[in-house]
């Protein structure tokens, strides 16, 4: 099974910042790279496929970057509504694995 | 409206079976593989597996496999996450999601809280 690394577990940042968060695969899993928003007692929220295609009504403020075992995703002016917890997953080969999750905090 | 809309949550004792549900509504149900996604408390994301209702194709992930059945009903956009013989382990939320081409989960259920308390 692919495992997904990210960091770092856990980040303090202040609106307006611009924020990094890295995703490793530990094989090559082309372009297939997505990642998650997770607010506390709610679901998962898709934010980007293909490591860098953002979804419909997500802000233009959110990248991902990317191929083989790198990623990145990028926040590049803090919202208040963007402290979360941030989640990569690899769709590349079953089981389709995520990252331990990156706990964005104010 | 796209939605996943799951059963509610069950609190179970040690050796119970279970079987929990995910219904959609809102789109061509046998067109979407569902999966199941496991977040203990406090913890991260766990990809259990999917099934295509179109047909009940399976996948399963090794960490889950023979604890766990996934399932599902085209007949009422139904889809299922069964335990035969619950453990303390297995208290945690249960996600159900729906994907495409079984890749990204593009919209999800509210989550399942299963307790499993003697």
């Known amino acids: 099974a692919i495992r997904m690394t990210q960091s770092p577990s856990s980040f303090s940042a202040s609106t307006g910042d611009r924020v990094t968060i890295t995703c490793r695969a530990s094989?090559?899993?082309?372009?297939?790279l997505a990642w998650y928003q997770q607010k506390p007692g709610k679901a998962p929220k898709l934010l980007i496929s293909?490591?860098?295609t953002l979804q419909s009504a997500v802000p233009s403020r959110f990248s991902g970057s990317g191929s083989g075992t790198d990623f990145t995703l990028t926040i590049s002016y803090l919202q208040s509504e963007d402290f979360a917890t941030y989640y990569c997953?690899?769709?590349?080969?079953?089981?389709?694995?995520f990252g331990q999750g990156t706990k964005l905090e104010i | 409206e796209v939605q996943l809309v799951q059963s509610g949550a069950e609190v179970k004792k040690p050796g119970d079976s279970l079987k929990i549900s995910c219904k959609g509504f809102?789109?061509?149900?046998?067109?979407?593989?569902i999966g199941w996604v496991r977040q203990m408390p406090g913890k991260g994301l766990e990809w259990m597996g999917i099934?295509?209702?179109?047909?009940?194709?399976?996948r399963n992930s090794p960490s889950f496999q023979g604890q766990v059945t996934i399932s599902a009903d085209k007949s009422i956009s139904t889809a299922y996450l069964q335990w035969s013989s619950l453990e303390a382990s297995d208290t945690a939320m249960y996600f159900c999601?729906?994907?495409?081409?079984?890749?990204?989960?593009?919209?999800w259920g509210q989550g399942t809280m299963v307790t499993v308390s003697p």
């Open positions: 999601a729906r994907t495409i081409n079984h890749d990204v989960f593009d919209v």
């Open positions: 809102g789109y061509s149900f046998t067109s979407y593989w």
């Open positions: 099934v295509y209702p179109g047909d009940s194709q399976t």
């Open positions: 094989q090559g899993i082309r372009s297939y």
């Open positions: 293909a490591t860098s």
């Open positions: 997953q690899q769709y590349y080969s079953y089981p389709h694995s």
